[in-house]
């Protein structure tokens, strides 16, 4: 049985790495601390099913994530770059509780990222 990711980090060097990240919240933030090489995220939100984590300093420490960047304008966010690793997950529940992405969302945001 294969296990579908449940998130995609994007580097700045255009790696599109499927993940799967922990279902509790607290090992989630970890993970994703870990998986972006930073201490505190931000989260933009592309659709209403799908957001886009990154590092909240990650404007004034890392290089322009140009994938990022065109996903983002992709779904109207044009005002800015985006910078470092990024990270693709589901929106979030009524509680606020990120959710995953689910396979079909990997591979629309997969066909996606090949558009561009």
């Known amino acids: 049985m294969t296990i579908a990711p449940t998130a995609l980090l994007i580097t700045p060097e255009a790696e599109v ?15 994703m601390y870990s998986l972006m090489r930073c ?3 931000d989260v ?3 659709t209403d099913q799908l957001d886009m984590w990154l590092d909240d300093n990650g404007l004034y420490t890392q290089p322009v994530n140009p994938m990022a960047t ?3 304008r992709r779904f109207g966010r044009t005002y800015q ?6 990270l ?7 509680e606020g509780e990120t959710l995953p992405l689910d396979r079909d969302k990997v591979l629309a945001v997969l066909a ?3 558009d561009l």
Do not use: E, F, M, W
């Not at 693709?88 to 009524?94: H, M, S, Y």
């Open 17 to 31: 790495i499927p993940v799967d990240l922990p279902s509790d919240s607290g090992d989630r933030l970890t993970a």
């Open 39 to 41: 201490d505190q995220v």
């Open 44 to 46: 933009v939100a592309l």
């Open 70 to 72: 065109l996903l983002a």
């Open 81 to 86: 770059n985006y910078h470092g690793h990024v």
């Open 88 to 94: 693709l997950t589901g929106g979030a529940d009524d």
């Open 112 to 114: 996606t990222l090949a």
